[in-house]
């Protein structure tokens, strides 16, 4: 049974590494290319270590390479990530950065398409797919995703809107020194990146359950099984029979909404389920706390 376990582990943190892997020749393949060719700034610290390659080349025709500006800059980051969120996405995160970097500065420059707005869209679309698979497995992009998985973890806010708003700050600098275009191309390409993030990684993103069903205790089970999340038990009348009905009440997380209806349905084919979008959750709130 150890041997089982063990073999499970090993194949769960070789996958974690495989993905990690494939963002990170995304991010890197995205910054050569489309970033590159559009002279555009990501936001976050890979903006701000761009911003700081294009100030040294063009004032002081000094080159440097990604690696020796992106890495330092995230050691801040990094001791966030192991002192409040945990030692293994901070590896896993850590390892992402540098095999990024380092891909960054060993990749050729391949320009797909020189359309301003096409690579704007898709260039900020890889960068999603990129810190969302990051995200997935339990690791992030680093820079300002440290910050914004601290904030969700701690406070149970979903800030990546607010990291948007945050770099635009970096953009208006770049668009004064390289032209107000840029700029603005850069904020389409960190909104289609933020958009995307949001629809890959759904674990702050909150569902509200209505379940009117004959078997609250069996579908309570389930709840509780499945996510570790409370439910509360309302009686009530149908107005049409005039029948006692049974309703729960319980919040879960829009990862976990898909097998708690699921795990429903196998129950009681009969429930009848509500799911509703969640703004706003205050109290507690059972969330699976990271390695």
């Given at each position: ?74 050691m801040i980051p990094i ?51 990129a810190i ?160």
């Amino acid at each position: 049974m150890d041997l089982i376990e063990t073999n499970n582990g090993l194949k769960k943190e070789l996958f974690r590494l495989a993905v990690l892997t494939i963002g990170a020749s995304i991010s890197a393949f995205n910054i050569d290319s489309f970033v590159t060719t559009g002279g555009l700034y990501p936001g976050g610290f890979a903006g701000v270590t761009i911003l700081i390659q294009r100030v040294a080349q063009m004032f002081f025709q000094i080159s440097i390479p990604y690696t020796a500006i992106y890495v330092p800059i995230n050691m801040i980051p990094i001791w966030i990530g192991l002192r409040y969120i945990g030692k293994k996405f901070t590896f896993y995160s850590l390892y992402f950065i540098v095999l990024t970097s380092l891909l960054i500065d060993i990749l050729p420059i391949i320009n797909v398409t020189y359309d301003i707005l096409l690579i704007s869209i898709f260039g900020g679309m890889l960068n999603g797919i990129a810190i969302g698979l990051c995200l997935i497995v339990g690791a992030s992009g680093g820079g300002t995703d440290f910050i914004s998985i601290y904030m969700s973890e701690k406070k149970g806010i979903d800030v990546w809107n607010y990291i948007l708003f945050a770099n635009v700050i970096i953009l208006i600098i770049a668009g004064i020194l390289f032209g107000i275009d840029k700029a603005m191309y850069s904020i389409l390409f960190q909104y289609a990146t933020t958009q995307l993030i949001q629809t890959l990684y759904k674990r702050q993103q909150k569902q509200t359950l209505f379940i009117i069903t004959d078997k609250p205790n069996e579908v309570y089970e389930k709840i509780i099984n499945l996510t570790n999340h409370d439910a509360t038990l309302f009686k009530g009348q149908g107005l049409y029979k005039g029948k006692e009905r049974n309703m729960l009440y319980s919040v879960v997380s829009s990862e976990e909404s898909d097998r708690v209806i699921n795990a429903i349905k196998e129950t009681d084919d009969n429930a009848f389920v509500n799911m509703v979008e969640t703004k706003y959750l205050g109290g507690r709130f059972y969330r699976k706390p990271k390695e």
